[in-house]
């Protein structure tokens, strides 16, 4: 009988302390080893979940740099099972904060038992931070460029550990709008048709790079769908004026568009031209500034003899940003007292 009891009280203090073995889990990251470790980023997270839990726990993930042991800081947090005996929750690895160094790191989670009523394997992860956000080093169209049609939005990166990417406009998705390759030269391209709407506006192309490590990068560019041609105006001289030899003539052009940014100076031309049509000049530009939604071009002829005939014409083109060309407008002069 003594006997019988004694074996009872041994089933016993194994059955209890089976009752007590608890298990740790790492959801993420994923463990990695030495050799390949698990890529992160710099705001990462420990994910773990508790099974078979009594009392509150306390949660220790200590981080060591693995070519040399060096500990490089402590995380602590805390997790109370429930009425099964499960709680799950977070450790802030923050990595961010004291980190600098892209390389392998060791890092060791335990689980205690405040009571110390139930036990818990350690975990072991290996992990390599990666600090560094992509990077953009080129994208077209530029910021405030006029665009119409099929518009393809170029942008040229710097990540070797791209996860992927996404172009949208205005924050809404287009067709073909995401990706997780580049080509050779590092570049995506998405073909933006602006075809489909219905009134020139300005939108904005927004760019989102990601890497394995979940850091992103983002870039709103703003440019302006314009399939209007700009309208060219002479605000001086008018046509069928007498300019008297000798005068510095002067020219004022008003340019009207989608916008006072939808026009460069550089897509402006006046230029000098006999009845017979051969070039004479260009019209030196003296200012270029907004005026409303357009723009007032304004230059100067200075006289030279001999340049000008008796009769000649002043001739204004415009192009815009967006590739739109005006209808060309003409004054003509005549010399004259």
Known sequence: MKKLRSIAVVLSMLGAAIASAGTLTITEPAAGTSSNPTLIGKNAKIKFNIAGGVNKVNLRATIRKFSNNQEIGVRTAEATPDSDGKASGEINLGFAENVTEEVTYRVIVTATDINNATTYSSRTLFVLPDLTRPKILQFNPT???????????????????????????????????????????????????????????????????????????????????????????????????????????????????????????????????????????????????????????????????????????????????????????????????
């Open 143 to 337: 910021e405030g460029l006029g665009v119409k049609g099929i518009v393809p939005i170029t942008v040229r990166i710097l990540e070797p550990n791209l996860k992927d990417w996404r172009i949208q406009i205005n924050n809404e998705d287009i067709p073909n709008n995401t990706g997780e390759t580049v080509d050779s030269n590092r570049e995506f391209t998405v073909n933006w048709n602006t075809s489909a709407l219905l009134a020139d506006a300005e939108k904005t192309i927004n760019i989102r790079l990601r890497d394995l490590a979940d850091n992103e990068t983002t870039l709103n560019v703003t440019v302006f769908v314009d399939r209007k041609a700009p309208t060219v105006s002479f605000a001086s001289p008018r046509s069928g004026t007498t300019i008297s030899p000798g005068t510095t003539i002067n020219v004022a052009i008003d340019i009207g568009d989608f916008s006072s940014d939808t026009v460069d100076v550089s897509g402006v031309d006046v230029v000098v031209r006999d009845t017979s049509g051969r070039f004479l000049a260009r019209v030196a530009r003296v200012s270029f500034n907004a005026n409303g939604n357009g723009r007032r071009w304004v230059g100067r002829i200075r006289w030279r003899p001999g340049v000008l005939p008796s009769t000649f014409r002043i001739t204004a083109n415009v192009l815009d940003k967006a590739g739109n060309a005006s209808t060309p407008q003409t004054v003509t002069l005549r010399l004259g007292r």
